[in-house]
């Protein structure tokens, strides 16, 4: 198996499964040192496998070498901490139980997720330290996604390492008030996991199934227990399950993303469509209403259209209104402008994003710079449309993005 085959397929989807069961049996107060042992642990996979081939139970080896470097390791503390005290008796720490691996995995990561989502952490620290410590992410990864600086979220890590160590295994012993009260941030997370997994943001895969995934196994799991069930819970799950039916379409044979018209729609998942309908009806019981309902809405009138041009865009951009009443945010206004240009053409969808201005956080994103582009050279305003290109690129996190705006804005010089 190839490193890069290792690191996706092991590293990324087993360590937030290794990091909670370990948290669970040692405390949360260990975190730092479970990562470590995990991490280690991935190092020496990376070594052993490469030499020898992958075990038979990959998941469990790395598992045993992991819990082995962390006893060792709480020992040595152990140890240091007598001697510091001028402690001669020696106290050995206790082994926990042998774990049954892959029966304890799905109720311990969602555990763990609850945790990194303690009222205690600002929402921010929640988000970093659940995407770093659960999925695997990297801090340019979180970055990339929270539209911050690296240090920013590695200052956010820290501060959440430093409250969830004064905290215990208890934790894991949340009263349904607590576990309500951190559902949103769960779902945070969770929408974050599958929206990295659908559009990659650094690396050379474009798209990480394995990823989007495990957010539909954890939503699934949340939407099916009678304590974290909700229609907030029953939108988000809808809105995976309509993204990942058109997944694979939107690859060519390369490996390179296909635009929404270039989709072969042939090729899209009616049974995961399907599934996606039903939980977004099931989302519907009750009077709540979140940015998941919408989100799923606008996905479910792609899914259901039998063409780019007979999208209903009309409700595709009242879904889009919604959205912004919910969860206000310049990225909404400016797919609804988008969708306003497919409705009623591309100078409505300028017409509303005039007087507006990319926010410092969005302003070095490629998603503004591209509109722009998109909406002038429709326009016929070629010149403005070539500088807004030439910035969409520049500012292009992956090859695949760069190959695909280059496709839709045109890849000859506009000016």
């Given at each position: 198996?190839?490193?890069?085959?290792?690191?996706?397929?092991?590293?990324?989807?087993?360590?937030?499964?290794?990091?909670?069961?370990?948290?669970?049996?040692?405390?949360?107060?260990?975190?730092?040192?479970?990562?470590?042992?995990?991490?280690?642990?991935?190092?020496?996979?990376?070594?052993?496998?490469?030499?020898?081939?992958?075990?038979?139970?990959?998941?469990?080896?790395?598992?045993?070498?992991?819990?082995?470097?962390?006893?060792?390791?709480?020992?040595?503390?152990?140890?240091?901490?007598?001697?510091?005290?001028?402690?001669?008796?020696?106290?050995?720490?206790?082994?926990?139980?042998?774990?049954?691996?892959?029966?304890?995995?799905?109720?311990d990561?969602?555990?763990?997720?609850?945790?990194?989502?303690?009222?205690?952490?600002?929402?921010?620290?929640?988000?970093?330290?659940?995407?770093?410590?659960?999925?695997?992410?990297?801090?340019?990864?979180?970055?990339?996604?929270?539209?911050?600086?690296?240090?920013?979220?590695?200052?956010?890590?820290q501060?959440?390492?430093?409250?969830?160590?004064?905290?215990?295994a208890?934790?894991?012993?949340?009263?349904?008030?607590?576990?309500?009260?951190?559902?949103?941030?769960?779902?945070?997370?969770?929408?974050?996991?599958?929206?990295?997994?659908?559009?990659?943001?650094?690396?050379?895969?474009?798209?990480?199934?394995?990823?989007?995934?495990?957010?539909?196994?954890?939503?699934?799991?949340?939407?099916?227990?009678?304590?974290?069930?909700?229609?907030?819970?029953?939108?988000?799950?809808?809105?995976?399950?309509?993204?990942?039916?058109?997944?694979?379409?939107?690859?060519?044979?390369?490996?390179?993303?296909?635009?929404?018209?270039?989709?072969?729609?042939?090729?899209?998942?009616?049974?995961?469509?399907?599934?996606?309908?039903?939980?977004?009806?099931?989302?519907?019981?009750?009077?709540?209403?979140?940015?998941y309902?919408?989100?799923?809405?606008?996905?479910?009138?792609?899914?259901?259209?039998?063409s780019?041009?007979?999208?209903?865009?009309?409700?595709?951009?009242?879904?889009?209104?919604?959205?912004?009443?919910?969860?206000?945010?310049?990225?909404?206004?400016?797919?609804?402008?988008?969708?306003?240009a497919?409705?009623?053409?591309?100078?409505?969808?300028l017409?509303?994003?005039?007087?507006?201005?990319?926010?410092?956080?969005?302003?070095?994103?490629?998603?503004?710079?591209?509109?722009?582009?998109?909406?002038?050279?429709?326009?016929?305003?070629?010149?403005?449309?070539?500088v807004?290109?030439?910035?969409?690129?520049?500012?292009?996190?992956?090859?695949?993005?760069?190959a695909?705006?280059?496709?839709?804005?045109?890849?000859?010089?506009?000016?």
């Amino acid at each position: 198996m190839r490193v890069l085959q290792l690191i996706d397929n092991f590293f990324r989807h087993e360590y937030g499964r290794l990091v909670s069961t370990l948290v669970r049996q040692v405390g949360v107060g260990h975190l730092a040192a479970v990562e470590d042992a995990v991490q280690a642990a991935l190092m020496r996979a990376l070594e052993v496998w490469t030499r020898h081939g992958q075990p038979e139970n990959p998941s469990a080896w790395l598992f045993r070498v992991a819990r082995n470097q962390l006893l060792a390791e709480l020992r040595q503390k152990a140890r240091r901490e007598q001697i510091l005290a001028g402690q001669t008796e020696s106290h050995v720490v206790a082994e926990p139980d042998e774990p049954q691996f892959a029966k304890e995995v799905p109720d311990d990561l969602l555990r763990m997720l609850f945790v990194c989502c303690s009222e205690a952490l600002p929402p921010e620290s929640q988000l970093a330290t659940a995407l770093k410590t659960l999925c695997g992410f990297s801090v340019g990864e979180i970055a990339a996604r929270l539209f911050t600086t690296e240090a920013n979220v590695y200052k956010r890590i820290q501060r959440a390492r430093t409250i969830l160590r004064e905290q215990s295994a208890t934790d894991y012993d949340l009263r349904r008030r607590e576990m309500t009260a951190r559902l949103p941030g769960v779902h945070r997370v969770l929408y974050l996991m599958f929206t990295e997994g659908h559009l990659a943001s650094q690396g050379s895969l474009p798209i990480r199934r394995e990823l989007c995934e495990e957010a539909i196994r954890l939503t699934t799991l949340l939407v099916t227990h009678p304590v974290t069930q909700s229609p907030a819970g029953c939108a988000l799950l809808a809105l995976m399950h309509l993204h990942a039916a058109r997944m694979g379409a939107r690859e060519d044979a390369e490996g390179g993303l296909l635009l929404l018209e270039e989709q072969d729609r042939g090729r899209w998942d009616s049974r995961q469509i399907e599934l996606g309908i039903q939980w977004l009806a099931a989302a519907a019981e009750g009077d709540s209403y979140s940015r998941y309902h919408a989100e799923a809405a606008i996905a479910a009138e792609h899914c259901l259209a039998p063409s780019l041009a007979a999208t209903r865009w009309d409700k595709v951009v009242e879904a889009y209104e919604l959205l912004e009443r919910v969860s206000p945010s310049p990225l909404h206004r400016l797919n609804r402008a988008l969708a306003i240009a497919e409705w009623k053409g591309a100078k409505a969808g300028l017409t509303a994003l005039h007087g507006h201005e990319p926010p410092a956080w969005l302003a070095g994103s490629y998603l503004w710079a591209a509109a722009l582009s998109d909406l002038h050279r429709r326009a016929g305003d070629l010149p403005t449309a070539a500088v807004h290109r030439s910035s969409a690129l520049a500012l292009a996190p992956t090859s695949a993005i760069r190959a695909l705006l280059r496709r839709r804005l045109g890849d000859v010089d506009l000016g």
